[in-house]
């Protein structure tokens, strides 16, 4: 298991409210899930980056072909 920090945040009620109906979950789940998407948001980046630059060497015909 990992070590957890208590924080202490400031958060205005709307978006905090406006989150938490997004996630339908707690207040401390809403924030947790915030963050890892803030913590993923490198690793799209650097995908989106790649995009047009990766040479497959197996074409899409023969992957649905394989499929079938």
């Known amino acids: ?3 957890a920090k208590k924080i202490t945040v400031e958060i205005s009620e709307e978006l905090l409210s406006k989150a938490q109906k997004a996630t339908k ?5 809403t924030i947790r899930q ?4 803030v913590a993923a ?3 799209y980046e650097n995908l989106r980056k790649l995009r047009g ?3 497959f060497s197996i074409s899409l015909k ?3 072909e394989e499929k079938t």
């Open 1 to 3: 298991m990992s070590l």
């Open 25 to 29: 979950q707690s207040i401390t789940e």
């Open 34 to 37: 915030g963050l890892r998407l």
């Open 41 to 43: 948001s490198e690793a």
């Open 53 to 55: 630059k990766v040479k």
């Open 62 to 64: 023969a992957l649905r």
